[in-house]
């Protein structure tokens, strides 16, 4: 796996974080590709600049048997665009007898993406098919980029920190659990913004596994 960030990914962190008028949404979430599958996890704080909206939304929702989306956001403000890449995905599935694979997948995420306007948000899209694992993040301007891991959100800045210097070459899922625990926790100490639960996506070849805990302590200590 080739880790180190790209100028694109670089940018689309950027481009999240700041509309010219200071920070426009709270919260962190992270990706990690694995051996197998693919992991996201996202905490449970939304926010406006120092204004926290809620304590307790779910930014990760499965939009296909193997694949789920995450936001920065909650994604129940986000409906009709789930609904819609679902939609499409059951359609393909419907007329070629398989799920869609996780490209084409992507493209049809960004396609919904661009007819609507949540310039706000940032999307990952991970899962797994044929081919393997796939993360990517997703952007109206940037497209689909493809990555190995991935952190959007008020608090990425500080998760790329841990998962720059922790993720190995060859990572299993626990693995990839820990590690992104220890991004969301070090984005929590230090992102006002970033808090409270997780909410944590377990992709593989079998399907999506969504759990929550209480705390990144609660996730670290029972995974």
Excluded: C, W
Aim: aromatic share 4%; net charge negative; hydrophobic share 35%.
């Amino acid at each position: 796996m080739n880790h180190s960030r790209t100028e694109d990914q670089q940018s689309v962190a950027s481009d999240y974080r700041t509309d010219g008028h200071g920070p426009v949404a709270g919260g962190t979430l992270v990706g990690l590709t694995t051996e197998h599958g693919v992991l996201l996890a996202a905490d449970t704080r939304t926010s406006r600049g120092a204004v926290v909206r809620s304590e307790g939304v779910r930014k990760i929702s499965q939009i296909h048997p193997t694949a789920v989306l995450g936001s920065t956001d909650d994604l129940g403000t986000a409906q009709s665009f789930v609904r819609a890449i679902r939609s499409e995905a059951d359609r393909y599935e419907t007329s070629h007898h398989e799920p869609i694979d996780m490209t084409p997948l992507s493209t049809v995420a960004v396609t919904e993406l661009r007819k609507r306007s949540m310039p706000d948000t940032t999307f990952l899209l991970g899962g797994v098919d044929a081919d393997g694992p796939h993360l990517y993040t997703l952007g109206p301007g940037e497209g689909a980029l493809e990555e190995t891991y991935a952190a959007v959100g008020s608090g990425q800045q500080i998760a790329y920190g841990i998962l720059d210097a922790q993720i190995p070459q060859s990572l299993t899922i626990s693995e990839a659990r820990l590690i992104a625990g220890r991004a969301l926790r070090s984005a929590v100490e230090r992102d006002v913004q970033t808090g409270v639960g997780v909410h944590i996506a377990e992709i593989s070849d079998d399907g999506v596994d969504i759990h929550h805990y209480e705390s990144v302590d609660d996730l670290l200590e029972n995974r």
